[in-house]
């Protein structure tokens, strides 16, 4: 239970610290305080859980319909202009299935707003790795088609299942791990640069693997940043926020799998207080309960 309270915590604090950071090229990590609130990224991440709860695994209707209500009840959670678009559309007609394929020209999103959120999958699904990369696909391709952009979510839900799995975590093994469950070049390539990674300087490690909200440009910068540091949450959190760019979508990614691995006993006393803290906590009670009745 800690893991998955662990896990879920880790995304909102990763991210409520990220955020007063997000595109500076050089955050002061001694300034770091969790003073402000979560965005986008810890809002949708308890839309698919409050989905798969209510409806005991994946529902893709029930999953957009939660995200558009929460959107609507608080858009000024810092959403990108990708989802209120695609919410827009489906209110004024177009198939909720069928408008997130439209957005670029009919490519999709590649961007990592499904892989921010898919937290909760990798927790539900953490025994089925097979049955985890399908719901993980489902749950991008409601905002996000592009073939990297639902890889990119894939892969975060297993690295999120593999660090709840692992009481002790080999940084490399961990690597070679993620590198084998990848399905595109792309990231195949960028996990195994990632290993090769594990104590370069700041400035190599965001020349190699990004920083950027493109999923290929920080999900792996965000399981790198806890494989670096895979024994300490704070350590793991404050590195790949101090990457720069996209902080607070890297600090939520880099969030989920530490506090899945260490659990919510792992995350500092002076940030275990999140906003809603103790929402997030009973609905990762609930999805607990859920995994353990699912297998």
Known sequence: ???????????????????????????????????????????????????????????????????????????????????PTIFRMVREGVPWDQAASRLFHGNGSFGNGSAMRVAPIGLLYHHDPETLREMAYRSSALTHTHELGREGASIQAYAVALALERDEIDSLGFLEEIEAFARSQVYVDKIRVAAELLEADREE??????????????????????????????????????????????????????????????????????????????LAAKLERLAETSR
């Open 205 to 282: 490690v965001i020349r190699s693997l990004g920083h950027s909200i493109e999923a290929f440009n920080s999900v792996p910068t965000a399981i790198y940043s806890f494989a670096r540091n895979p024994r300490d949450f704070s350590d793991a959190v404050t590195y790949a926020i101090s990457l720069g760019g996209d902080t607070d979508t890297i600090g939520a990614m880099c969030g989920a799998i530490s506090g899945a691995h260490h659990g919510e006993d792992g995350i500092p006393d002076k940030w275990r207080e999140v906003e809603r803290a103790d929402y997030i906590r009973d």
């Open 1 to 83: 239970m800690s893991r998955f309270s662990g896990c879920m915590l880790g995304v909102a604090v990763g991210d409520a610290l990220g955020a007063s950071f997000e595109g500076l090229m050089n955050p002061r990590i001694d300034k770091m305080n969790l003073g402000g609130r979560w965005t986008d990224d810890t809002h949708m991440m308890l839309g698919i859980a409050e989905s798969l709860v209510a409806r005991g695994g994946m529902d893709d209707r029930h999953m957009m319909e939660r995200f558009m209500a929460n959107y609507l009840q608080e858009p000024w959670r810092g959403y990108g202009p990708g989802p």
